[in-house]
């Protein structure tokens, strides 16, 4: 294996993997394509558009510490794209920290990050590594629009929503439904609020229509902005356009209640990912960017100010192959400002990320004062 790769895309043969490879060869990072099946990571690749001038190699490997701390020996950088992170997260951050190597994911689920900063969050401050989950549409892009209504002193209370429209992956939807399962969290005065459960609201999109809203997981910003002196609130909500789907989930947490909680976990596990295959049963075709699109809208405010950060973007999968493959070119020649468990906007700033979307016309944004 050669070490002149610094990045390792881990879950290449997937939708997300294989956006990542995309990205890298743009942005021209020689790259190891890995995952467990090597006939299926050279099937996904075949599918990259460019691929044919792309400098990468594809490594098969187990999901043991011991064969990850293998491959990402002589690396710089993990691109960690195998979900559901609840179940897979830890074996790569513990072979990145043997490894020395940082880490990225693209997971938005809370309980995944606070599970990986239980376990390594320390150790990775200590050896000088960073270690930066959500590096992927669902959070950082609405944790951008958060942060430009934070250049304004005064502003401590933020209200995010997205507003959105995708056709989940499959191991998306498997980590949907996985997530019905987890206790997520808002911040409130300064404390991690518990949700009871499914919270639904509703949000008036620019136009004018009313959507029914999911605290779908509660997102990562409460987490990130918990760490964060300046702020004292932070709620997100998520509302996608095809209002079949929060009632969907709906049904899904009167059933976890009712029969699935009493099932054992590696049962549980099979049930779900069997419902997840009725929903998803194969990988997705590539996004159009005519239909998929995102709006994040952060209302944030103070005693006497509030600011208001609109973001349209476009693509959810696109962004996260882009964010992930500017954050690990970034990571494999710089050494990183602050280390640890850190939100992407941290490492990366947020209005460099926001020049990175707006450089391949991914996402645009309007920041205003309101009062
Ligand atoms: N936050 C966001 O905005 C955002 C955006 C994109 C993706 N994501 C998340 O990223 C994750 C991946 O999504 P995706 O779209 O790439 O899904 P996908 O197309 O289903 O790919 C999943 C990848 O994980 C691998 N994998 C699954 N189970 C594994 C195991 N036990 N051991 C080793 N590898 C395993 C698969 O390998 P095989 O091909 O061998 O099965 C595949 O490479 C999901 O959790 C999704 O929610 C989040």
């Known amino acids: 294996m050669s070490t002149d790769y610094p990045v390792v895309i881990y879950?290449?043969?997937?939708?997300?993997g294989r956006l990542v490879a995309e990205h890298l060869r743009d942005l021209g990072v020689p790259f190891v394509a890995a995952g467990r099946n090597r006939k299926r990571i050279e099937e996904a690749l075949q599918l990259v558009p460019g691929i044919e001038n792309a400098r990468y190699e594809i490594v098969e490997v187990e999901h043991t510490v011991e064969a990850l701390t293998k491959l990402l020996t002589g690396r710089k950088v993990v691109c960690n794209t195998v979900g559901p992170f609840m179940r897979y997260n830890l074996e790569v951050a513990e072979a990145c920290l043997r490894a020395g190597v940082h880490y990225l994911d693209t997971t938005g689920e809370q309980s995944a990050i606070l599970q990986l900063d239980e376990h390594f969050g320390r150790d990775f401050a200590k050896a000088g590594l960073a270690m930066v989950p959500s590096t992927a549409y669902m959070y950082g892009v609405s944790e951008?629009?958060?942060?430009?209504?934070l250049e304004t002193p005064g502003v401590?209370?933020?209200r995010l929503h997205g507003i959105g429209n995708a056709v989940p992956t499959i191991a998306s939807t498997q980590t949907i439904l996985d997530a019905v399962r987890h206790p997520c969290y808002y911040l409130k005065d300064g404390e991690m609020v518990r949700y009871g459960g499914i919270e639904n609201g509703r949000v008036c999109t620019p136009s004018g229509e009313v959507l029914v809203t999911s605290n779908w997981g509660g997102s990562s910003n409460p987490i990130w902005?918990?760490?964060?002196?300046?702020?004292?609130?932070?709620?997100?909500?998520v509302a996608i356009w095809n209002q079949e789907l929060y009632k969907k989930e709906l049904e899904l947490e009167r059933a976890y209640k009712v029969q699935l909680q009493w099932i054992p976990e590696e049962q549980l596990r099979m049930v779900l990912d069997h419902m997840a295959h009725g929903i998803t049963p194969n990988s997705p075709p590539r996004e159009s960017r005519q239909v998929h699109r995102s709006m994040d809208?952060?209302?944030?405010?103070?005693?006497?100010?509030?600011?208001?950060?609109?973001?349209?973007s476009t693509g959810g999968y696109f962004t996260t192959?882009?964010?992930q493959a500017y954050a690990a070119r970034r990571l494999s020649v710089e050494t990183p400002r602050v280390v640890g468990l850190r939100s992407p906007s941290e490492v990366f700033g947020h209005r460099e990320l926001m020049g990175a979307?707006?450089?391949y016309g991914y996402a645009s944004i309007k920041v205003e004062r309101v009062v």
């Open 11 to 16: 879950g290449a043969s997937g939708y997300t």
């Open 144 to 149: 951008i629009g958060a942060r430009y209504c």
């Open 156 to 158: 401590d209370s933020l």
């Open 225 to 237: 902005f918990s760490r964060d002196g300046r702020v004292r609130n932070c709620k997100m909500d």
């Open 297 to 312: 809208i952060c209302l944030a405010t103070g005693n006497n100010v509030a600011m208001k950060s609109t973001l349209f």
């Open 321 to 323: 192959g882009l964010l």
């Open 357 to 359: 979307l707006q450089s």
